[in-house]
Protein backbone atom coordinates (compact mmCIF):
# COMPACT_ATOMS: atom_id res chain seq x y z
CA UNK A 1 0.00 0.00 0.00
CA UNK A 2 0.91 4.02 -0.37
CA UNK A 3 3.12 5.17 2.40
CA UNK A 4 4.72 8.20 3.10
CA UNK A 5 7.07 9.02 5.47
CA UNK A 6 8.27 12.12 6.11
CA UNK A 7 11.48 13.73 7.84
CA UNK A 8 13.66 16.39 9.22
CA UNK A 9 10.86 18.19 10.76
CA UNK A 10 12.30 20.05 14.45
CA UNK A 11 12.94 23.18 16.26
CA UNK A 12 14.91 26.12 13.72
CA UNK A 13 15.66 29.97 14.41
CA UNK A 14 14.20 32.70 12.34
CA UNK A 15 15.68 33.02 8.96
CA UNK A 16 17.80 29.67 9.03
CA UNK A 17 16.78 27.25 6.66
CA UNK A 18 16.02 23.48 6.72
CA UNK A 19 15.23 20.75 4.33
CA UNK A 20 12.21 18.34 4.96
CA UNK A 21 12.39 14.99 3.06
CA UNK A 22 9.49 12.20 2.32
CA UNK A 23 10.20 8.57 1.47
CA UNK A 24 8.00 7.02 -0.72
CA UNK A 25 6.93 3.46 -0.83
CA UNK A 26 3.88 1.13 -2.08
CA UNK A 27 3.42 2.31 -5.43
CA UNK A 28 5.90 3.73 -8.59
CA UNK A 29 7.26 6.88 -7.47
CA UNK A 30 8.23 8.35 -10.81
CA UNK A 31 5.08 7.99 -12.52
CA UNK A 32 3.12 10.75 -9.70
CA UNK A 33 2.87 14.19 -9.22
CA UNK A 34 3.59 14.96 -5.37
CA UNK A 35 2.62 17.83 -2.90
CA UNK A 36 3.23 19.35 0.26
CA UNK A 37 0.75 20.84 2.11
CA UNK A 38 1.48 21.89 6.00
CA UNK A 39 -1.06 22.99 9.26
CA UNK A 40 -0.27 25.48 12.11
CA UNK A 41 -1.07 24.00 14.91
CA UNK A 42 -5.00 24.16 15.98
CA UNK A 43 -5.63 25.48 12.18
CA UNK A 44 -6.64 24.30 8.47
CA UNK A 45 -4.86 22.55 5.83
CA UNK A 46 -2.66 25.15 3.45
CA UNK A 47 -1.47 23.70 -0.09
CA UNK A 48 1.91 24.80 -0.05
CA UNK A 49 3.67 23.51 -3.35
CA UNK A 50 3.32 20.88 -6.25
CA UNK A 51 5.81 19.12 -8.34
CA UNK A 52 5.07 16.62 -11.50
CA UNK A 53 5.99 13.62 -12.30
CA UNK A 54 9.38 14.60 -13.42
CA UNK A 55 9.95 17.20 -11.71
CA UNK A 56 9.92 19.44 -14.97
CA UNK A 57 6.82 21.36 -13.61
CA UNK A 58 6.23 22.73 -10.01
CA UNK A 59 4.04 25.53 -8.04
CA UNK A 60 4.09 27.03 -4.87
CA UNK A 61 1.24 28.94 -2.69
CA UNK A 62 1.77 32.80 -2.65
CA UNK A 63 3.20 32.48 0.70
CA UNK A 64 5.71 30.74 0.59
CA UNK A 65 6.98 31.91 -3.36
CA UNK A 66 10.69 32.06 -3.13
CA UNK A 67 11.07 30.22 0.29
CA UNK A 68 10.31 27.58 -0.36
CA UNK A 69 11.48 24.86 -2.90
CA UNK A 70 9.87 21.38 -3.94
CA UNK A 71 12.33 18.87 -5.66
CA UNK A 72 12.29 15.03 -6.13
CA UNK A 73 14.66 12.48 -6.99
CA UNK A 74 13.29 9.43 -8.35
CA UNK A 75 16.26 7.11 -8.26
CA UNK A 76 15.65 7.16 -4.30
CA UNK A 77 11.98 7.86 -4.45
CA UNK A 78 12.40 10.88 -1.97
CA UNK A 79 10.60 13.99 -2.24
CA UNK A 80 11.71 17.12 -0.99
CA UNK A 81 11.24 20.85 0.71
CA UNK A 82 13.96 23.16 1.18
CA UNK A 83 12.87 26.05 3.58
CA UNK A 84 14.80 29.10 3.50
CA UNK A 85 14.13 32.51 5.32
CA UNK A 86 11.87 30.79 7.97
CA UNK A 87 9.79 32.76 9.90
CA UNK A 88 7.23 31.82 12.80
CA UNK A 89 4.31 31.80 10.66
CA UNK A 90 6.13 28.46 9.33
CA UNK A 91 4.95 26.73 12.41
CA UNK A 92 2.72 23.03 11.21
CA UNK A 93 2.79 20.29 10.34
CA UNK A 94 4.32 19.60 7.16
CA UNK A 95 2.51 16.65 5.48
CA UNK A 96 3.89 14.81 1.87
CA UNK A 97 1.14 13.65 -0.19
CA UNK A 98 0.79 11.46 -3.29
CA UNK A 99 -1.43 13.46 -6.29
CA UNK A 100 -3.91 11.92 -8.74
CA UNK A 101 -5.52 13.59 -11.41
CA UNK A 102 -5.02 16.95 -9.95
CA UNK A 103 -6.21 16.14 -6.56
CA UNK A 104 -4.82 14.24 -3.46
CA UNK A 105 -5.13 11.23 -2.81
CA UNK A 106 -3.15 10.02 -0.53
CA UNK A 107 -1.09 11.50 3.03
CA UNK A 108 1.80 11.13 4.74
CA UNK A 109 1.86 10.99 9.03
CA UNK A 110 3.58 14.83 9.03
CA UNK A 111 6.37 16.01 10.18
CA UNK A 112 6.53 19.30 12.77
CA UNK A 113 8.28 22.36 12.01
CA UNK A 114 8.72 24.85 14.98
CA UNK A 115 10.47 28.29 14.12
CA UNK A 116 10.77 30.22 17.71
CA UNK A 117 14.13 31.90 18.70
CA UNK B 1 -6.21 32.39 -6.30
CA UNK B 2 -9.30 31.20 -5.50
CA UNK B 3 -10.87 31.26 -2.44
CA UNK B 4 -12.78 28.51 -0.92
CA UNK B 5 -15.27 28.90 1.79
CA UNK B 6 -17.07 26.83 3.79
CA UNK B 7 -20.12 26.99 5.71
CA UNK B 8 -20.76 26.19 8.46
CA UNK B 9 -17.33 26.48 10.86
CA UNK B 10 -19.03 24.22 13.28
CA UNK B 11 -21.81 21.51 12.76
CA UNK B 12 -23.20 19.69 15.63
CA UNK B 13 -25.63 16.87 14.95
CA UNK B 14 -27.41 13.95 16.31
CA UNK B 15 -26.44 10.90 15.79
CA UNK B 16 -28.51 9.12 12.54
CA UNK B 17 -29.25 12.41 11.56
CA UNK B 18 -28.26 14.12 8.02
CA UNK B 19 -25.13 16.52 8.15
CA UNK B 20 -24.88 18.98 5.42
CA UNK B 21 -21.48 20.87 4.35
CA UNK B 22 -21.97 23.36 1.92
CA UNK B 23 -18.50 24.88 0.06
CA UNK B 24 -18.41 27.67 -2.21
CA UNK B 25 -15.56 29.12 -4.81
CA UNK B 26 -14.95 32.38 -5.52
CA UNK B 27 -14.82 31.40 -9.65
CA UNK B 28 -16.11 28.53 -11.14
CA UNK B 29 -13.76 24.87 -11.09
CA UNK B 30 -15.84 23.50 -13.79
CA UNK B 31 -14.04 22.92 -16.59
CA UNK B 32 -16.05 22.98 -19.86
CA UNK B 33 -14.00 21.23 -21.99
CA UNK B 34 -14.55 17.45 -19.88
CA UNK B 35 -17.62 18.77 -18.12
CA UNK B 36 -15.57 18.05 -14.83
CA UNK B 37 -15.89 20.11 -11.49
CA UNK B 38 -11.97 20.23 -10.48
CA UNK B 39 -13.33 19.61 -6.55
CA UNK B 40 -12.31 17.29 -3.43
CA UNK B 41 -13.64 16.54 0.00
CA UNK B 42 -11.31 15.62 2.65
CA UNK B 43 -12.01 14.54 6.10
CA UNK B 44 -9.48 14.72 8.73
CA UNK B 45 -9.89 13.23 13.04
CA UNK B 46 -8.06 14.55 15.29
CA UNK B 47 -4.14 13.65 15.12
CA UNK B 48 -4.58 12.00 11.72
CA UNK B 49 -3.82 13.62 8.39
CA UNK B 50 -6.28 13.99 6.07
CA UNK B 51 -8.49 11.21 4.22
CA UNK B 52 -9.67 11.58 0.71
CA UNK B 53 -13.09 11.57 0.21
CA UNK B 54 -15.10 12.30 -2.61
CA UNK B 55 -13.20 13.92 -6.17
CA UNK B 56 -14.65 15.48 -9.15
CA UNK B 57 -17.33 16.81 -6.33
CA UNK B 58 -19.12 13.47 -6.40
CA UNK B 59 -16.80 10.30 -6.92
CA UNK B 60 -16.40 8.67 -3.79
CA UNK B 61 -13.15 7.57 -3.02
CA UNK B 62 -12.88 3.52 -2.93
CA UNK B 63 -13.55 1.96 0.70
CA UNK B 64 -15.68 5.48 1.46
CA UNK B 65 -19.05 4.49 2.87
CA UNK B 66 -22.22 5.44 0.58
CA UNK B 67 -23.79 7.58 3.54
CA UNK B 68 -21.05 10.39 1.91
CA UNK B 69 -21.84 12.04 -1.34
CA UNK B 70 -21.11 15.58 -2.76
CA UNK B 71 -22.96 17.55 -5.23
CA UNK B 72 -22.84 21.26 -6.53
CA UNK B 73 -21.04 22.65 -10.14
CA UNK B 74 -19.52 25.27 -10.88
CA UNK B 75 -19.16 27.23 -7.31
CA UNK B 76 -21.64 25.78 -5.13
CA UNK B 77 -20.62 22.37 -3.44
CA UNK B 78 -22.32 20.34 -0.65
CA UNK B 79 -21.02 17.35 1.04
CA UNK B 80 -23.45 15.52 3.22
CA UNK B 81 -23.66 12.56 5.13
CA UNK B 82 -26.79 10.79 5.11
CA UNK B 83 -26.95 9.07 8.88
CA UNK B 84 -24.00 10.68 11.15
CA UNK B 85 -22.06 8.11 12.53
CA UNK B 86 -19.86 8.81 16.05
CA UNK B 87 -16.63 8.15 13.56
CA UNK B 88 -17.83 10.68 11.24
CA UNK B 89 -16.61 13.15 13.81
CA UNK B 90 -13.75 14.92 12.13
CA UNK B 91 -13.24 18.43 10.20
CA UNK B 92 -14.17 18.52 7.05
CA UNK B 93 -12.09 20.56 4.24
CA UNK B 94 -13.09 21.22 0.36
CA UNK B 95 -10.26 21.59 -2.31
CA UNK B 96 -9.85 23.22 -5.41
CA UNK B 97 -7.67 21.68 -8.23
CA UNK B 98 -8.68 23.82 -10.88
CA UNK B 99 -5.54 25.88 -10.83
CA UNK B 100 -2.22 25.11 -10.17
CA UNK B 101 -2.06 26.88 -7.02
CA UNK B 102 -4.57 24.84 -5.67
CA UNK B 103 -7.11 25.78 -2.22
CA UNK B 104 -8.41 24.35 0.29
CA UNK B 105 -11.88 25.96 2.73
CA UNK B 106 -11.31 26.85 6.24
CA UNK B 107 -12.80 23.77 7.30
CA UNK B 108 -15.92 22.62 8.85
CA UNK B 109 -15.58 20.74 12.57
CA UNK B 110 -18.70 18.31 12.90
CA UNK B 111 -19.76 16.97 16.18
CA UNK B 112 -22.05 15.06 18.41
CA UNK B 113 -25.33 16.97 19.54
Known amino acids: QVQLVESGGGAVQPGRSLRLSCAAS????????MHWVRQAPGKGLEWVAF????????YYADSVQGRLSISRDNSQNTLYLHMDSLRAEDTAVYYC??????????WGQGTLVTVSS | DIVMTQSPDSLPVSLGERATINCKSS????????????LAWYQQKPGQPPKLLLY???TRESGVPDRFSGSGSGTDFTLTISSLQAEDVAVYYC?????????FGQGTKVEIK
Open chain 1, 97 to 106: ARGRDGYISS
Open chain 1, 26 to 33: GFTFSRFA
Open chain 1, 51 to 58: ISYDGSDT
Open chain 2, 27 to 38: QSVLYSSNNKNY
Open chain 2, 56 to 58: WAS
Open chain 2, 95 to 103: QQYYTNART
